[in-house]
């Protein structure tokens, strides 16, 4: 499973930092090679995937990630997981608590110079690249079944209907279906909970 973390670490990166970041410009170079990083379930959907996200302007999607990422107007797809499971769509509600006592319990501290939720979509799939660099399979699914997959459908539906510019779309394509094969490929049953979003 060491090839298959060279994928959250690119997706993560996308899903967390700005286009326009030196963290997500050197990503940027490599997404022609998406289709070769996985023996994917369904090459053809990676492949149209990646040559999406290779034709978009990267200039141009500041404005898309202010939006979608950081708050700019009303947030379409919130990235964070306790706004979908928390009954009142609230930051940092039960499931984030549970989730920050996770990462503490296997020796994890995210430093991002933000006060910010831990369960944001692009920092969760880089702590799930950390644990699978570590071989930290227990990790791994746990953070899958109990605390990625019960909501991350609903977020990469939302975000795909709210881009504009076609690149996050495209990038919630790839992500979807990387979260399948990684689910398969850990066996991964995803706890059930109701959605508020």
């Given at each position: 499973m060491s090839a298959i973390a060279v994928l959250p670490r690119m997706l993560g990166t996308l899903f967390y930092y700005s286009p326009t970041s030196e963290e997500a410009g050197s990503v940027i170079a490599e997404l022609a090679e998406l289709p070769a990083l996985l023996d994917w379930q369904n090459p053809s959907v990676i492949e149209e995937a990646a040559a999406q996200l290779?034709?978009?302007?990267?200039?141009?999607?500041?404005?898309?990630?202010?939006?979608?990422?950081?708050?700019?107007?009303?947030?379409?797809?919130?990235p964070w997981g306790s706004v979908y499971l928390d009954r009142e769509n609230l930051l940092l509600g039960e499931t984030a608590q549970a989730y920050r006592q996770f990462l503490r319990a296997n020796q994890v501290e995210l430093d991002t110079d933000l006060n910010e939720p831990e369960d944001q979509f692009g920092l969760m799939i880089l702590a799930m690249a950390y644990f699978m660099e570590t071989e930290n399979d227990d990790a791994v699914?746990?953070?899958?079944?109990?605390?990625?997959?019960?909501?991350?459908?609903?977020?990469?539906?939302?975000?795909?209907e709210a881009d504009e510019s076609g690149f996050y779309r495209a990038l919630?394509?790839?992500?979807?279906?990387?979260?399948?094969?990684?689910?398969?490929?850990?066996?991964?049953?995803?706890?059930?909970?109701?959605?508020?979003?």
């Open positions: 290779c034709s978009v302007d990267i200039a141009e999607l500041t404005y898309q990630f202010s939006m979608l990422f950081e708050g700019q107007g009303s947030m379409p797809a919130p699914v746990e953070l899958l079944g109990t605390h990625l997959l019960p909501w991350s459908g609903r977020y990469l539906e939302l975000l795909a919630a394509v790839v992500a979807d279906e990387f979260l399948k094969e990684v689910s398969a490929a850990y066996d991964v049953t995803a706890a059930t909970h109701q959605l508020y979003r």
